[in-house]
């Protein structure tokens, strides 16, 4: 039902930067929060950044607020990460995942939870090395 697709990924030296594109079918992508997690080998996966259904609330951590934006486009079901200045403790497989969006939330509540989310994209390798 709900497919999720990522693309733009890739290998790129410190300081350079990536726009990461997820791309939503099976959903109106109007009724779901989208957030980026990513995950180290070795390591747990981690929030990285959420956008409500309007895109007019976003959140990131701290590590990569002033470097990484969120965004949307409802009209051709897609979400995007733009990354610059990334540094090598960025390398990581990136998902994008969404959540119908409840008017009864708010839209930080449980943002960086992955068990809230409902559907996952297959990952996109972002490596960052010199």
């Known amino acids: 039902q709900v497919q999720l697709v990522e693309s733009g990924g890739g290998l790129v030296q410190p300081g350079d930067s990536l726009r990461l594109s997820c791309a939503a079918s099976g959903l109106t992508f109007s009724s779901y929060n989208t957030a980026w997690f990513r995950q180290a080998p070795g390591k747990e996966r981690e929030f990285v950044s959420a956008i409500s259904w309007s895109g007019g609330s976003t959140s990131y951590l701290d590590s990569v607020k002033g470097r990484f934006t969120i965004s949307r486009d409802n009209a051709k079901n897609a979400v995007y990460l733009q990354m610059n200045s990334l540094k090598p403790e960025d390398t990581a497989v990136y998902y994008c995942?969404?959540?119908?969006?409840?008017?009864?939330?708010?839209?930080?509540?449980?943002?960086?939870?992955?068990?809230?989310?409902?559907?996952w994209g297959q990952g996109t390798q972002v490596t960052v090395s010199s």
């Open positions: 995942a969404t959540k119908r969006r409840d008017p009864s939330v708010p839209f930080y509540s449980g943002i960086t939870l992955a068990s809230r989310y409902d559907s």
